[in-house]
């Protein structure tokens, strides 16, 4: 058998997600227990939605989780960069053998003929994609019309018959008609490459032996083989896991739960737990033991075994677990030193200090002034809002909106968290202190607090996001025809200053 080697490719377009940990936890066990390797390769291709903040924060929180790699950004390794925005000239060499060999072609296609085109698609209900219009012009064209500095972008070509056939570890074979397939862009007109592209050449150039990742992936898989087969490449062996799901079974999405690592450690979940409950995603232990260390999982593992039924990501599940790791795991002493160092590493207690020290007479009254500061949820009632000047539907849009704004913020600090926040109350002309009431009981469940400015900034926008739809739950809820009106709404809102700081 080749060498094993896996890996793992995150986009670091936005918050840590536990999904990007459970397939990093799969794909770790299987490379270590073949004694392969584990690697760590950031797509960043998606250069608008790329940020340095995602990237750090997607290496931190699968360190935390244990969760380390053998090559990648970090560590180095044979095989580099691991970075893709590193390796431009790689794919620029890469696509001039495809061009050479008839493999792909020049698009100078227009983006209001691909408009037109998809709208055309649509009223005749046919399956949208490229129709092929440049895959057919004639070299000199070609070479005048790049001469002539037109813009273009690079596709692949697809057979326009039959179809593909592919194993899948967990699936057996899978056919897909090409007719299904599109004539996927590979270089973008920036000459940056697509995913799809930049992919494929990775995983060949690094070695990779099995790709194991999500089976949202899996429609994607003929155009990586037709790759594969236009560079002679002998294609690494496809598995794709079942998708997280929601105990509702939809696909595990934010807006019904919390889905980014900084959340469940800033809630106090302990990262083994953490990664005990993902490895319970899909994979059962052959005896079912339910507690197991990532060493024990690793000995055990066997990705044949794995099912294909969604596995659903329940907290409920999950607090249950983190509880018992908690209560059994480690003696007394050890406990007081995790939750204190928790409550450290957590860095909400220093930023506060200043306003504490203004308001306390004696070291016992700290505890009921920061209590909010450590807690998950606070408790809420309808009557908590009682005393907000602002009625029961102004309260809500409030708190949405601040949501929205909040999360758009992209350097978290407390000058950016109070820029945006007095900017939508005047958008939304309602006064600063009527706007903010809301806001003081959905954060500390209290109607008076340290400044909720600061409090927001120093839980951090994992926390605030889950207080804050507690609070709008807690009033009533949001139907989703309202959401709709609220999304409208908020788009419309005239922006004063910069809502994106
Ligand atoms: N960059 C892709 C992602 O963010 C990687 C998919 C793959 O593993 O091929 O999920």
Redesign the pocket.
Known sequence: MTRVRT?????P?GDPHVG?AY?ALFNRCFAHQHGGEFVL?I?DTDQVRSTQRSEDDILASLRWLGLDWDEGPGVGGEFGPYRQSERSAIYAEHIDILLERGSAFHCFCTADRLNELRQQQMEAKQQSGYDGHCSHLKAEDVQARLDAGEEYVIRMKVPEEGFCQFNDLLRGDVSITWSQVDMQVLMKSDGLPT?HFA?VID?HLMEISH????E??IN?VPK?VLLYQYFDWEPPVFCHMPLLRNPDKSKLSKRKNPTSINYYKAMGYLPEALLNYLGMMGWTMPEGEEVFSLAEMQAAFDIERVSLGGPVFDIVKLDWLNGKYLREQGDDAQFVARLLSWAQESGRLEPIVPLLRQRVEKLSDVAPLINYFFSGDVALSAHSFEHCKLDVLLSIKCLQFALWRLEGVSEWNRDAVELVLMALAKEMDVKVRDFLAPLFVAISGQAVSLSVIDSIAVIGLDLSRARLRHAIESLGGISKKQAKALEKEFAGLPIIGDATT
């Not at 890996?7 to 986009?11: D, G, K, Q, V």
């Not at 790709?211 to 999500?214: A, L, W």
Request: proline letters at 5%; glycine letters at 4%.
């Open positions: 890996r793992i490719a995150p986009s377009t990007t397939i390769r797509e995913y992919n995983d790709v194991i990742r999500g949202e992936w994607s990586h």
